[in-house]
């Protein structure tokens, strides 16, 4: 008993709400899909950060500097790790040159306190410091700053990797020697003047 016209408007009204609820609701799921599809790169992006850390430090001991033969302090193990999981791969290349942005930014905040820590804390630290190694606070983690920044400027700036200074540096005689005095000799400079030059260019990175 409806009149037609009034039949196709109803219907025609009816569609439309219908067809507007369907494609909020495709909004509502393709959002949801990208937060998901989100959540999934940054957790698989975490997972291979941690692998290739831990995949640095079995090559660094098993084929680069054995323990047995060489004392690498843990500084210089956790930092160049650091300056390893933070790689790019563009084209069929690893790229290690381009520093982590999270890492060099959570550094130069700190450089820049008044009770920034000195080169010196770092190269003095235990093993007990860097326990709570991969947590996103605590005390170690103002030390993982320090040490990436640290390897990245002696591996990219001062092109210590690979010479007959640094294999000096980690071999075990020189266990013997203090840890200021070991790096001064790496470095070929006293601290003070090297922590000025390093501090220079971590700030000037972006």
């Not at 039949?7 to 067809?19: G, I, L, Q």
Request: no cysteine.
């Amino acid at each position: 008993g409806v009149p037609p016209k009034q039949a196709r408007r109803e219907s025609v009204a009816f569609t439309n709400a219908w067809k507007a609820r369907y494609e909020t609701k495709i909004r509502q799921l393709n959002a949801v899909a990208r937060r998901n599809d989100a959540e999934f790169a940054s957790f698989t992006e975490k997972m291979f950060r941690r692998l290739y850390h831990e995949a640095f430090h079995a090559y660094l001991a098993n084929y680069v500097y054995p323990p047995q033969d060489h004392h690498v302090p843990r500084w210089l193990n956790e930092g160049l790790a650091q300056v390893f999981e933070a790689g790019r791969i563009e084209a069929d290349t690893l790229r290690l040159d381009a520093p982590s942005v999270q890492l060099l930014r959570a550094l130069q905040a700190d450089l820049k306190e008044a009770d920034r820590m000195d080169i010196a804390d770092l190269l003095v630290a235990d093993e007990r410091t860097y326990l709570d190694s991969h947590a996103e606070s605590g005390s170690s983690v103002r030390h993982y700053y320090y040490a990436w920044g640290l390897a990245y400027y002696l591996t990219f700036e001062h092109a210590a990797l690979n010479t007959k200074s640094m294999h000096e540096y980690v071999g075990s005689a020189s266990s013997d020697t203090s840890p200021v005095e070991r790096f001064e000799s790496l470095v070929g400079m006293p601290l003070s003047h090297f922590e000025q030059l390093w501090q220079e260019k971590m700030l000037s990175l972006k």
